[in-house]
């Protein structure tokens, strides 16, 4: 199917995702503002450019939110970034994935693990299609995933 | 396994709370809503590089902890280090030649960090590298040994802050009290980095407009803002609307009033094709130079160059040329990109000298349906003195960075020569004079890398004076210190709207030495203010005389400490920090000259004084 450039349309397709996304995010960036912020710039880059097709739009805005939100951790580590409040959210999520499960598990991969892992497992993203999303080798995806299923059943961490 | 590990995450990752649907969608559809404030130009951020850091142990954040360094004298000089941010390494030393890798030892005795979320500062003299871990729970900043990479101890700050800069000596820190949200113009503090002492508060500018970009001093005694035109970003029609620089005195706290960056704005462009347009900003680039005495802009088009001078905050606007163009034959094709653009980025850099500037631009193509390809339309080294172009070349490779190596001979560029899905990054170095490429290297696919060359030891014999602190018991002394040595006629050379003014709008010269009132300070301004005056009915005259030399008294009283008038204006003259201030109560018998320790009420002279 293809979109049209009807901004509701859009929107509607937006919310429909927006539940699994931002929690992938969540989960991926460990950081609830980020996540939130970059999943409403990849909305406003879709009101400029939508995806071609709808078969997918959890994963077109994974992966644009991912890229959107590499520029804007950029921007805080320059600590240059927007102004705004200071987010309790945050830390009630950090509790919530310290204690569930897969959040131990995921803290202990890399940022880029965890986003192939979490798009694999959560969004049910298939290895062609992260490979297309993230712009890396289908072997990379497997071998990706192979490794961090090794490194969460060992309960390691890749610090060492 | 992986069904089960399916359920496993769905079932626990849904846990996770959604924010209200209201939030969801921004409140601003448009693209320029969630631009930032300000893209990271290269020039300052040579030594402010995205790098994993590691929590060098949780537990010792009581104080400062000195540890031994060993084999000094690692880094100092030509050493160039890249910087691979996801493994989490630390830099690694390359030839800064033929830059290949000259040893696999990290320059950071640190370990991976968890998150990617650090920040690096170096000082200005490579002795002090502060890396800054953004890590859940807490900021913890650590400190290393810049010639080591030897981990010297912990940056505890007395208050929460975000950490901006060093001073060139590394002994330093400035930061805003609060954290990363915080605006650049709010309440800022400098630290003692051995101690994390508050050393000074800088209070907050007040109300200046969004700042664009916030050059500091190298000894951190002045923060210089770069005011985008308020508003830009909100309204979604084509614009341009000029920048101005105020300059705050992070000693006195004192703010200037805006100077004017002639032929400086900011704009905004449509873009995009018929059924996709997108609003563009684009912005101009800022450089300060490695001494803290120039200030460069550049212009968005890249033709017109303002550099100011901050000892006197004079400044010159220059029409950037060049004898011969090697762009000027790409230019369509540079015209007929930018239509897909959505993003345009100049970069600006002093070279270490501060003669040149090296520029590049890099226009930004998003395609969602397609990996975003960056392509750079040219690279120019500028003459600061004539704006001049005495170097450029193109490169259709989009620049992640760049650095120009410490002795000024090399640029070192880190490029993507080919795009996802099999990116290619390359590590490339330019002789600084004249652009043309010298060596390249392949690079793992990292999307951060970024170059830190190492400061040459020459760079810490910098004139870098630590700030001193206010001088309370005599607040007009700096005045004091210029007015009492008042030079003759013309005298003082003011300045307005960052350009030099004459004498006949505004003079201060000492008094005539014949008639022995060379004590005394005369101050006369065309009438009414900003006019030149071509006789004394078209001036006025104020008369600082500390010492009584002069016969006939001016109305009033000289006084040498004074509260300036809740209602008096800056009449937008400057020396240096100093300005001019009349107050519409008493302007017909006052001036007030406002300094950064103090102000003086000079009083008016009717009929003028003159020496017979």
């Known amino acids: ?160 | 396994m992986s069904d089960d590990l399916r359920d496993l995450f769905k079932k626990e990752l849904d846990q996770i709370p959604l924010r209200p649907p209201g939030t969801w969608v921004p409140a601003a559809r448009h693209r320029s809503a969630a631009r930032p404030t300000w893209r990271f130009p290269v020039t300052i951020g040579g030594a402010a590089i995205v790098l994993i850091a590691a929590l060098v142990g949780g537990s010792q954040l009581a104080s400062f902890r000195e540890r031994t360094a060993a084999a000094p004298g690692v880094v100092a000089g030509r050493a160039l280090y890249l910087s691979p941010s996801f493994n989490g390494s630390g830099w690694i030393q390359i030839d800064p030649d033929n830059l290949k890798d000259l040893s696999s030892k990290p320059l950071l005795d640190i370990a991976p960090s968890l998150t990617n979320s650090s920040a690096t500062l170096v000082s200005q003299d490579g002795s002090t590298i502060l890396v800054s871990d953004y890590s859940p729970g807490g900021v913890q900043y650590s400190i290393y040994d810049g010639r080591t990479g030897r981990p010297r101890g912990y940056f505890v700050p007395e208050v929460p802050m975000a950490l901006d800069s060093l001073s060139a000596d590394g002994r330093l820190a400035l930061g805003r009290i609060g954290d990363y949200r915080t605006p650049m113009t709010a309440e800022k503090v400098i630290l003692s980095l051995a101690d994390g002492h508050v050393v000074r508060r800088v209070p907050p500018t007040g109300e200046i407009g969004p700042v664009q970009a916030r050059p500091v001093a190298p000894d951190l005694s002045a923060l210089y803002y770069v005011v985008t035109p308020s508003g830009i970003l909100d309204i979604a029609v084509p614009r341009s609307l000029p920048y101005s620089l105020y300059v705050q005195s992070t000693i006195t706290g004192a703010m200037s009033g805006p100077i004017a960056l002639p032929g400086i704005a900011a704009a905004t462009v449509v873009t995009g094709t018929v059924t996709t347009t997108a609003m563009l900003d684009v912005r101009p680039a800022i450089a300060i130079s490695s001494d803290g005495t120039r200030l460069a802009a550049l212009s968005t088009d890249g033709r017109t160059l303002v550099i100011v001078d901050t000892r006197t905050l004079v400044v010159t606007e220059l029409a950037v040329h060049r004898k011969t163009s090697l762009l000027d034959l790409l230019r369509p094709l540079v015209a007929e990109a930018k239509t897909l653009n959505d993003e345009e980025r100049v970069s600006l850099a002093f070279t270490p000298d501060g003669q040149s500037l090296i520029s590049f631009i890099t226009s930004t193509h998003y395609n969602e349906q397609l990996p975003p390809t960056l392509t750079t339309r040219g690279i120019e080294r500028i003459e600061v003195a004539t704006a001049l172009i005495t170097a450029e070349a193109f490169a259709a490779d989009g620049v992640y960075g760049l650095t120009i190596s410490p002795d000024g001979r090399s640029v070192y560029l880190i490029v993507r020569a080919k795009e996802p899905p099999t990116p290619v990054y390359l590590l490339r170095r330019l002789d600084a004079q004249t652009l043309e490429l010298k060596a390249e290297r392949g690079l793992p696919d990292y999307a951060e890398l970024e170059v830190l060359a190492a400061p040459d030891p020459a760079a810490a014999r910098l004139p870098v004076a630590l700030p001193t602190a206010p001088r309370r018991s005599a607040p007009g002394a700096a005045l004091g210190a210029i007015f009492d040595s008042t030079p003759d006629y013309p005298g003082y050379p003011w300045i307005r709207d960052g350009r030099p003014v004459k004498p006949e709008e505004l003079g201060t010269s000492a008094g005539p030495a014949h008639c022995g009132w060379q004590s005394a300070t005369f101050l006369t301004i065309g009438w009414p203010v900003g006019t030149l005056s071509t006789s004394s009915a078209e001036s006025r005259q104020y008369i600082r005389d500390p010492r009584g030399v002069i016969p006939n008294r001016p109305r009033g009283r000289l006084d040498l400490n004074v509260t300036v008038p809740s209602d008096a204006r800056p009449t937008g003259y400057m020396y240096g920090a100093n300005q001019i201030y009349l107050s519409p109560s008493d302007q017909d018998d006052a001036i007030y000259v406002v300094g950064p320790t103090g102000a003086e009420r000079w009083p008016r002279s009717v009929p003028m004084s003159l020496c017979q």
């Open chain 1, 1 to 160: 199917v293809i979109i049209d450039h009807d901004p509701l349309d859009w929107e509607r397709l937006y919310r429909q995702a927006y539940p699994s996304v931002y929690r992938a995010l969540v989960a991926t960036l460990l950081d609830a503002d980020l996540a939130a912020d970059a999943l409403q710039d990849a909305f406003v880059a879709g009101i400029d450019r939508p995806p071609l097709h709808d078969a997918n739009v959890a994963g077109w805005l994974f992966r644009v939110a991912m890229r959107k939100a590499g520029r804007t951790r950029r921007r805080r580590m320059l600590a240059l970034g927007p102004t705004g409040a200071v987010s309790l959210e945050r830390d009630q999520i950090a509790a919530l994935l310290d204690r569930l499960s897969v959040g131990q598990l995921l803290q202990m991969l890399t940022p880029r693990q965890r986003s192939i892992v979490v798009a694999y497992f959560y969004l049910d993203q298939t290895q062609e299609q992260i490979a297309e999303l993230l712009g890396i080798r289908r072997g990379t995806v497997a071998a990706t995933i192979s490794q961090a299923l090794a490194r969460m059943r060992k309960g390691e961490g890749h610090v060492r």
